[in-house]
RNA sequence: CGGGGCAUGGUGUAAUGGUAGCACGAGUCCUUUGGGAGGAUUUAGUUCCAGUUCGAGUCUGGAUGCCCCGACCA
């Protein structure tokens, strides 16, 4: 992609309002822009990145045997009043009359759609386990917006559900989903913490929240550093002591970033869904959902993923590979830099080439804000040598490498 | 939903009740290019509706929007 092209333009001052450095930075890098209070367009760098977090996603969850399936935003008040969630209002749904008076929302979570998808097919104890997902627009009407992306109305979420006819395969699974969300988060560059957590409205027996320790969290986790023991200070209450090892408890900030539950059989009970084992008798399932809310996770990666420059984006989330930038624009180094990014493209590697004719000042000053991993700089100084610089974003010194072995030495 | 605050070009800001100005950005042209360059030129603003006044960005009332704190949440 052609710097002169991008749709992107990078500013030096970001909205007065931003006050987490996950807006300020998004903002500036122009990576997103407020619409409304608590929704945000993704501008095409910001909407790179989720696409590559998606990617992810959508990866470990087809890993897991999950099928991909796409349901509606518009949800039906009837599957909303069997499970009795209509009127409490719980979780905050954007309630909407059409032109007839007839009431619908938006969807805010989607387990009533899922189960009604599941008892209308699903009959035998031969169809067990299941487990589908989504990545889909999830819509909530909560009481307030805050942090930029990190609290919003409208957000990109994904959502798998799993249906199980035991106990045992349903904590199994629930199980290997902890280790996914791992395995995702991870690459977004995030080391959370998986703690005991209250169900809250979603439901169910068990739960567990993945959290990321931060300034700006609005979570209060208890961490044990003995024995490893974590809880949401909502679940456990403010206690001092590990309730399992007795030695003294930390106090954390954390950005609750994903949420597992073990739903038992709330939905398929509510929602009449049941089916047939070996011997013919009629049995409830069991039901798992797991949520990762991809708005706050890119704010979360930018919380902990910067420096005083701009953002420090990790390799697989990136909305580019390399910042390819010339300095100077002659002839020579146009032609030296054009090379590079021809070669480099070629072997599949996503480069953002800076062609414009600013300051070199400037275009590394962009650089750091917009935080690609990796840096090439093209220059009269570096092509007297045949080279081009080569920086990694979170580090200090540059190498100088060979034009001719800069796709190897990449790849 | 309760409490607090703010509202001026795209962004950040100034203007005793009396000419809406500055900087950055953006556009065009020229000169520049190793850490946010210089010149020329262009562009664009008082959230809305009432009221007070000879005169309102400024005072009054209302609406709307946005931010922060609490409860809620991925």
Same mark, same amino acid.
């Given at each position: 992609m052609l710097q002169s092209k991008l749709f992107c333009k990078a500013k030096k001052t970001a909205p007065k309002d931003a006050e987490a450095i996950s807006h300020q930075y998004l903002a500036r890098a122009d990576f997103i822009e407020q619409s409304m209070s608590g929704v945000y367009r993704f501008l095409p760098l910001g909407f790179r990145v989720l696409k590559k977090i998606e990617e992810i996603i959508r990866r470990e969850m087809i890993e897991l045997g999950a099928q991909e399936l796409y349901l509606p935003v518009f949800q039906n008040k009837n599957l909303w009043l069997e499970t009795k969630r209509w009127e409490t209002f719980d979780p905050p749904l954007f309630k909407i009359k059409d032109r007839h008076q007839k009431e619908t929302a938006l969807g805010s979570t989607h387990e009533e759609e899922i189960t009604d998808i599941f008892r209308k097919r699903i009959k035998s104890y031969?169809?067990?386990p299941l487990y589908l997902f989504q990545i889909q627009n999830k819509f909530r009407n909560e009481m307030r917006f805050s942090g930029g992306l990190m609290r919003v109305r409208e957000f990109l979420m994904k959502d798998l559900y799993s249906f199980h006819s035991s106990e045992e395969d349903l904590i199994k699974f629930y199980e290997k989903v902890k280790k996914s969300y791992f395995k995702i988060f991870k690459k977004c560059g995030l080391k959370p913490i998986c703690v005991e957590a209250s169900s809250g409205? =979603?439901?169910?027996d068990l739960s567990h929240e993945f959290m990321v320790p931060c300034s700006i969290g609005e979570d209060r986790v208890l961490i044990c550093k003995n024995c490893g023991f974590a809880a949401n200070i909502e679940k456990?209450?403010? =206690? &001092?002591?590990?309730? #399992?090892? #007795?030695s003294q408890l930390e106090k954390n900030s954390c950005i609750e970033i994903g949420h597992v539950f073990n739903l038992g059989t709330k939905y398929t009970k509510a929602m009449n869904a049941e089916y047939l084992d070996k011997s013919g008798k009629n049995h409830f399932p069991l039901m798992g959902c797991y949520g990762i809310g991809l708005h706050r996770l890119v704010a979360t990666i930018v919380e902990t993923n910067h420096d005083e420059k701009g953002i420090i984006w990790p390799e697989q989330v990136a909305p580019f590979d390399v910042h390819l930038i010339q300095v100077e624009d002659n002839a020579k180094v146009r032609k030296g830099a054009e090379g590079i990014y021809r070669d480099l493209q070629k072997k599949g590697i996503e480069v953002l080439y800076?062609?414009?004719? &600013?300051s070199a000042g400037e275009k590394f000053a962009e650089a750091d804000l917009i935080g690609l991993p990796l840096r090439i700089v093209v220059s009269e100084r570096t092509l007297k040598n045949n080279c081009a610089e080569v920086k990694n974003r979170n580090k200090k010194e540059a190498k100088m490498i060979k034009v001719k072995e800069l796709a190897k030495f990449l790849c």
């Open positions: 031969q169809d067990f409205t =979603i439901g169910g456990i209450g403010e =206690i &001092k002591d590990c309730p #399992k090892c #007795k800076d062609d414009r004719g &600013k």
